[in-house]
């Protein structure tokens, strides 16, 4: 979905307030937490065990996010948007990982993969309203949030490097006995 | 559908709490969070919408909903669902299906809730395969699709829901791409709004038999042009498109079916009495 939200940062560019933009920046981690709490029970419905702990650790991070933004905006009013009126255009928000990127049989680099994605695209965003902002408390706001974007992208990257070069589920999933898409 | 301002509610309100069993990957994810987050928007309260579908896949979504739901027959969804309005008015109702269960087995139904014009909306999860029973080809499948079930393909012209739809009476068409779940929430936002039959196809890829519909992300586009009101015009458009036009592509406004003629209702001595040898 990488490429479905090119557009995404571009689009920014239509946030003018800071409450618009904190009205984004809040949804863009309610929709991620959500996005990885799915996915998690969706790698558990599937025995993917590994992954689902791997997906639900993101989800709590996301809400924590959120509940920062929360705290930060106390009491500030932020505008009722529709689902399709946010400004990341047809697609999602940029930090919701792909759902049609994941498989039953993913392993961790995979999914850490996807994590760093929408991690990097989170991070354009924000880095496109800096470009752009003209009210110069809208561009310390999201001064703030690239900040911690990029800090998290930071992140991700260090838990791939991490990674032995195989992480040894392959042969799981070669072994796979049921796999879902065999030519008969 | 009635707007309603208040209270405030949120996608994850209108979710049960039964997990979808669906593959990891399938767009009927999408679909399920489209809906949610389109009935969030309305603020329409859960217990005021009825999520009707048949069976296949695609049509487990009332399960994933807390909205009053019917899983109904196979292809029987929108018998189900014009009973149900027509006995109740006040309802707002949905019906999810895919293509197997909406164009082969339910193909008549498709054809005589268009023509009826009852106000409900009709979403089809259109991924060109049966899923569930493990990737036969199904109306909408193109007929060069060579798969274990078909080899060769089928060599059969697919159905033209859209086209079908229009000159059978439905009152708004659209297409949407399940990977853009914003934009969908808002296409069936509209469709729900508008009065009389509402038919949205969603195209929704199958990740495990057919895994070539990835590429759908790519194909898909904006319809050119805005929504005509003249079904004629529509059906000409949609049969010279490239089939991935997005958005609304008709809205019409024939008059909504009511069930209430304004005639005396016979009393059923008095038909007894007619029908006497
Ligand atoms: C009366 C009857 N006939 C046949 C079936 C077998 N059957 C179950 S689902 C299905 C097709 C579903 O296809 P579709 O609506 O495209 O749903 P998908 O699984 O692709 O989402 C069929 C033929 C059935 N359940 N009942
Ligand atoms: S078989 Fe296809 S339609 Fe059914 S859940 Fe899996 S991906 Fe979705």
Known sequence: MTDDRKDAAALAAGIETVPELLAHALRIEEDAEERYLALADQMETHHNAAIARLFRWFAGHEAEHAREIRERMAGMALPEIKPWDFHWGDAESPESVDFTAVRYTMDTRAALGLALEAEARALAFFQRIVEVARDPEMRRWAEEFAAEEAEHVRLVRAEIAKLPPDDGQAVERAEDPDPPNEPL | ?277
């Open chain 2, 1 to 277: 559908m009635n707007e309603h301002p208040a209270p405030k509610r949120k996608a994850s309100d209108y979710k049960s709490e039964v997990k979808p069993v669906w593959c990891p990957g399938c767009g009927d994810y999408h679909v399920l969070l489209s809906l949610t987050r389109m009935l969030a928007a309305s603020g329409t309260p859960p217990e005021q919408v009825a999520v009707i579908s048949g069976i296949g896949c695609s049509s487990r979504i009332p399960a994933y909903t807390n909205c009053y739901g019917f899983h109904g027959v196979h292809g029987r969804s929108l018998a189900l669902a014009a009973g149900l309005k027509v006995a109740r008015p006040d309802l707002t109702v949905l019906v999810m299906s895919g293509d197997g269960d909406g164009f082969s087995i339910g193909g008549n139904h498709f054809l005589h809730a268009c023509r009826r014009n009852i106000d409900i909306t009709y979403v089809v999860m259109d991924n060109q395969v049966y899923g569930m029973t493990k990737g036969q080809p199904s109306p909408t499948t193109d007929p060069e699709w060579d798969s274990a079930l078909a080899p060769g393909g089928t060599g059969i012209r697919p159905f033209q829901p859209l086209v079908i739809a229009l000159a059978s009476g439905a009152n708004f068409v659209a297409r949407a791409f399940s990977g853009q779940p914003n934009e969908t929430a808002r296409i069936i936002h509209e469709a729900v709004m508008h009065p009389g039959f509402s038919f949205v196809q969603v195209m929704s890829p199958c990740v495990t038999f057919r895994p070539e519909q990835a590429a759908w992300k790519d194909a898909v586009h904006p319809a050119p042009v805005e929504a005509t009101d003249d079904p004629a015009r529509a059906a000409r458009r949609i049969m010279t498109d490239d089939g991935f036009n997005i958005g609304v592509l008709y809205r019409g406004d024939r008059p909504v079916f009511d069930p209430h003629s304004g005639a005396e209702p016979v009393p059923l001595s008095a038909l007894e009495r007619s029908f006497a040898l």
